[in-house]
């Protein structure tokens, strides 16, 4: 079968992660502090700060803005559903703006109508790799960016380093912020409000001649990530521009082979890190049925927020969102794949479904 995705890890990891094994400290220690640094080094960002999942991520970004009860967050029907179940959780008012047809991502233009004065945040998601922007905005922009590594925007950047992303770490995130202030808070929000410079500095110590050593000020969370997922992330960022120039290798495939085929259009943007290889297709459920009798698999991988019960349960009158809903699928793509597997779906394709 040509599989829809596999992770992709180093030969050289487990011979890291072995290393790390024999040492003494394997929770949040050099190692993590290492990736943050690299991290920054690799993508030029100035504070980063690395998490135990892209939601995480996510929910640190909602913390920092302050979002709570009420207040109105204008977002994206299409995405993972861990983009908006955060809101669901503080209890905001999510309204949704319909998406751009040629990217499927948050559209710009609906995105300013429905600002207002209870308007808090809006998030914007880097679809399957495909730059979302909606502008400038006087409001906080969280970009979702745990499709598209690479791309940083917005006020918050929220990456995700999950099994099948661009590098895993397993599991983990990282959150790019704008100012010190965040990003010393968003270390406190990520392990339990407790300053770990501090307590490192008192050798670990919470009483130092019957004084405590340090305060807890801001009510945290555990969120943070360990050494084992940070030397995973420092092996996936020596491997990013390859990863990503050989996805785009394979995306290209698509591109050159499917254009201007009737029934089909491979959805692209200006710019693109090729996490997903997303078409528009007529007749979906007949074009899946053709590639599955040839043991290739595909899928929707999103499915519109809105009309998942725990969201309303209702399909919101979005004009364009509502005429892809029907058509939109993803074809395999990644490390695991080679160009001729990528030239076959085309030609399946090309003979008709």
Same mark, same amino acid.
């Given at each position: 079968?040509?599989?829809?995705?596999?992770?992709?890890?180093?030969?050289?990891?487990?011979?890291?992660?072995?290393?790390?094994?024999?040492?003494?400290?394997?929770?949040?220690?050099?190692?993590?502090?290492?990736?943050?640094?690299?991290?920054?080094?690799?993508? #030029?960002?100035?504070?980063?700060?690395?998490?135990?999942?892209?939601?995480?991520?996510?929910?640190?970004?909602?913390?920092?803005?302050?979002?709570?009860?009420?207040?109105?967050?204008?977002?994206?029907?299409?995405?993972?559903?861990?983009?908006?179940?955060?809101?669901?959780?503080?209890?905001?008012?999510?309204?949704?703006?319909?998406?751009?047809?040629?990217?499927?991502?948050?559209?710009?233009?609906?995105?300013?109508?429905?600002?207002?004065?209870?308007?808090?945040?809006?998030?914007?998601?880097?679809?399957?790799?495909?730059?979302?922007?909606?502008?400038?905005?006087?409001?906080?922009?969280?970009?979702?960016?745990?499709?598209?590594?690479?791309?940083?925007?917005?006020?918050?950047?929220?990456?995700?380093?999950?099994?099948?992303?661009?590098?895993?770490?397993?599991?983990?995130?990282?959150?790019?912020?704008?100012?010190?202030?965040?990003?010393?808070?968003?270390?406190?929000?990520?392990?339990?409000?407790?300053?770990?410079?501090?307590?490192?500095?008192?050798?670990?110590?919470?009483? #130092?001649?019957?004084?405590?050593?340090?305060?807890?000020?801001?009510?945290?969370?555990?969120?943070?990530?360990?050494?084992?997922?940070?030397?995973?992330?420092?092996?996936?960022?020596?491997?990013?521009? #390859?990863?990503?120039?050989?996805?785009?290798?394979?995306?290209?495939?698509?591109?050159?082979?499917?254009?201007?085929?009737?029934?089909?259009?491979?959805?692209?943007?200006?710019?693109?890190?090729?996490?997903?290889?997303?078409?528009?297709?007529?007749?979906?459920?007949?074009?899946a049925k053709m590639l599955k009798s040839y043991d290739i698999e595909t899928n929707v991988i999103q499915v519109r927020n809105d009309i998942y019960r725990v969201f309303g349960g209702k399909r919101t009158d979005l004009p364009v969102m509502n005429k892809v809903e029907s058509k939109y699928l993803?074809?395999?793509?990644?490390?695991?794949?080679?160009?001729?597997?990528?030239?076959?779906?085309?030609?399946?394709?090309?003979?008709?479904?």
């Amino acid at each position: 079968m040509i599989k829809l995705f596999h992770h992709y890890i180093p030969k050289e990891a487990g011979n890291e992660i072995a290393k790390l094994l024999q040492g003494h400290f394997i929770g949040q220690g050099e190692k993590v502090n290492e990736f943050e640094d690299e991290f920054c080094r690799v993508f #030029k960002q100035c504070f980063a700060v690395s998490l135990n999942s892209g939601t995480a991520a996510l929910e640190t970004a909602y913390d920092l803005i302050g979002l709570k009860e009420g207040d109105e967050v204008i977002t994206t029907p299409l995405t993972c559903t861990a983009t908006n179940m955060s809101l669901l959780h503080r209890k905001c008012k999510i309204v949704w703006a319909d998406i751009l047809e040629d990217t499927l991502t948050i559209d710009p233009l609906d995105v300013h109508s429905k600002i207002n004065e209870k308007t808090k945040a809006i998030i914007q998601v880097h679809l399957g790799g495909v730059k979302a922007d909606v502008g400038l905005v006087h409001i906080p922009v969280v970009s979702d960016a745990c499709q598209g590594l690479g791309i940083f925007n917005g006020d918050y950047t929220c990456c995700s380093f999950q099994a099948i992303k661009h590098i895993t770490t397993g599991d983990g995130g990282m959150i790019l912020v704008k100012s010190k202030e965040d990003y010393q808070k968003a270390k406190l929000l990520r392990w339990f409000g407790i300053d770990r410079e501090k307590k490192i500095a008192c050798g670990w110590q919470a009483y #130092k001649e019957r004084e405590m050593t340090f305060d807890i000020e801001l009510p945290g969370y555990k969120r943070h990530m360990n050494d084992i997922q940070a030397t995973l992330g420092l092996i996936g960022l020596k491997y990013y521009n #390859k990863v990503l120039e050989y996805r785009k290798k394979l995306f290209n495939i698509y591109l050159n082979e499917l254009t201007g085929l009737d029934g089909i259009k491979v959805i692209n943007g200006k710019t693109n890190v090729y996490w997903l290889a997303t078409v528009l297709v007529e007749r979906r459920d007949d074009f899946a049925k053709m590639l599955k009798s040839y043991d290739i698999e595909t899928n929707v991988i999103q499915v519109r927020n809105d009309i998942y019960r725990v969201f309303g349960g209702k399909r919101t009158d979005l004009p364009v969102m509502n005429k892809v809903e029907s058509k939109y699928l993803s074809l395999p793509l990644g490390m695991h794949l080679n160009e001729n597997q990528i030239n076959s779906v085309c030609r399946k394709i090309k003979k008709g479904w």
